[in-house]
């Protein structure tokens, strides 16, 4: 609405016009009449329909009972301001002939919106009516069918500030260890499932018992999740260094920071100077014995001996 506000008279008509040929409409009365009617301000009725729409899906998100009901009530009072409209109820007799003529079959008219909100309002008050029935068939004592009543009505489930803060507080959690598994998955590093959830309670700033709740709430349904978790941490440990590397890092570490022997402090001991090296003595080499004369004949001996 605040769109509509904004733009000129001229403006609004033709981009009326536009929508109006984008979906075939020829007729140019029928084009004249949705211009006059779409640029004039937000009708009660529609107004009205939209609450409705907003109480359901509050209803749908949080099980309270009285959203459930104001929808409905919201929507019979829409329905029924809609039909006292003339001009609209004659834009919807020639939209249902331009329809039956075979024309615009994925253009939903203003009655069938009502009509498909209504279906979505009575399925969900389909089960409040079983509950109710349930309640009434059966026999309670007088102080066992108030809490019955009140069960079936759905009354004390509604969609108070906390109600809601819970739901996000949820969705947050689920969303951040998601991120979690996702990075765990691209590094291959290994991290235990407590020390993500410690984290994520420590971002949201909620226990790590309530974060945990909701993780498993949310892992039992949806089991292709937790399939995924399961294959993502199988890798990860597959990654994951043993003790003996760590005791492999430890040792060269610890043998790269300790000093090698030039680094060593010679303050301690006495200079000397080049001159006062003695030379080193040269080694003599023991003699030899010769094994000639061992080896040799006797007969041989004796011939060197005459000699």
């Keep these: 609405m605040r769109e509509r506000m904004r733009e000129t008279p001229q403006e609004c008509r033709a981009r009326v016009e536009r929508q109006c040929r984008d979906v075939g409409m020829i007729d140019p009365a029928l084009i004249a009449q949705h211009v006059e009617h779409g640029c004039r301000e937000k009708p009660e009725w529609q107004a009205l329909q939209e609450q409705a729409g907003m109480a359901l899906n509050q209803y749908r998100a949080h099980h309270g009972g009285v959203a459930l009901f104001r929808a409905y009530r919201l929507h019979r009072k829409a329905m029924a301001l809609w039909r006292r409209d003339a001009t609209e109820q004659a834009i919807e007799v020639s939209a249902g002939q331009r329809d039956q003529a075979g024309r615009g079959a994925n253009w939903y008219t203003v009655g069938d919106l009502f009509s498909l909100q209504q279906s979505q309002i009575?399925?969900?008050?389909?089960?409040?009516?079983?509950?109710?029935?349930?309640?009434?068939?059966?026999?309670?004592?007088?102080?066992?069918?108030?809490?019955?009543?009140?069960?079936?009505?759905?009354?004390?489930?509604?969609?108070?500030?906390?109600?809601?803060?819970?739901?996000?507080?949820?969705?947050?959690?689920?969303?951040?260890?998601?991120?979690?598994?996702?990075?765990?998955?691209?590094?291959?590093?290994?991290?235990?499932?407590?020390?993500?959830?410690?984290?994520?309670?420590?971002?949201?700033?909620?226990?790590?018992?309530?974060?945990?709740?909701?993780?498993?709430?949310?892992?039992?349904?949806?089991?292709?999740?937790?399939?995924?978790?399961?294959?993502?941490?199988?890798?990860?440990?597959?990654?994951?260094?043993?003790?003996?590397?760590?005791?492999?890092?430890?040792?060269?570490?610890?043998?790269?920071?300790?000093?090698?022997?030039?680094?060593?402090?010679?303050?301690?001991?006495?200079?000397?100077?080049?001159?006062?090296?003695?030379?080193?003595?040269?080694a003599r080499k023991r003699p030899v014995k010769s094994t000639w004369a061992r080896d040799m004949p006797l007969s041989k001996r004796s011939k060197n001996g005459s000699r």
């Design 122 to 282: 009575l399925s969900d008050l389909d089960d409040v009516i079983v509950d109710l029935d349930n309640v009434i068939s059966n026999e309670w004592d007088s102080v066992e069918q108030l809490p019955a009543l009140t069960a079936a009505l759905r009354i004390w489930r509604t969609t108070s500030p906390a109600v809601i803060r819970g739901i996000e507080t949820k969705w947050r959690t689920e969303l951040a260890m998601i991120d979690h598994y996702r990075g765990m998955s691209e590094s291959r590093i290994f991290r235990s499932e407590r020390s993500m959830l410690m984290q994520v309670a420590q971002q949201l700033g909620i226990s790590y018992q309530t974060t945990r709740r909701h993780w498993i709430a949310f892992l039992k349904a949806n089991p292709i999740q937790t399939k995924w978790t399961l294959e993502v941490t199988k890798f990860a440990r597959m990654r994951r260094p043993s003790k003996r590397d760590f005791d492999r890092v430890a040792r060269e570490l610890q043998i790269a920071d300790e000093p090698s022997a030039e680094t060593l402090d010679r303050s301690h001991l006495k200079e000397v100077q080049p001159s006062q090296i003695e030379p080193a003595k040269k």
